[in-house]
């Protein structure tokens, strides 16, 4: 069945790094376009990355460009976050996403924390 495991999530201070990682099974990942969302406590779920299926394209969210990177790994079915410079204002849950636009499929894994605090 279709999986995306996200890890890497934790506790870090301001100024921090941290990499996350979404590891997928169970569907065609290079078909898919992957995404990287986040949703902090009483706020609409948000659009951090997004890189399409052979890595040739990345976008970010304002709030995160120059800090965050989005990669690929098709070989390893895996999409990593590198969040450098971290602020408390990145503190949410992190949700990875496989979306195939020309099959309507659209997939989400289950979330990690990431909190940013001293």
């Known amino acids: 069945q279709v999986q995306l495991v996200e890890s890497g999530g934790g506790l870090v201070q301001p100024g921090g790094s941290l990499r996350l990682s979404c590891a997928a099974s169970g569907f065609p990942f290079i078909s898919y376009i992957m995404s990287w969302f986040r949703q902090a406590p009483g706020k609409e779920r948000e659009l951090v990355a997004v890189i399409t299926s052979f890595g040739g394209s990345t976008n970010y969210a304002d709030s995160v460009k120059g800090r965050f990177t989005i990669s690929r790994d098709n070989a390893k079915n895996t999409v990593y976050l590198e969040m450098n410079s971290l602020k408390p204002e990145d503190t949410a849950v992190y949700y990875c996403?496989?979306?195939?636009?020309?099959?309507?499929?659209?997939?989400w894994g289950q979330g990690t924390q990431v909190t940013v605090s001293s």
């Open positions: 996403n496989a979306q195939n636009r020309r099959t309507g499929s659209d997939y």
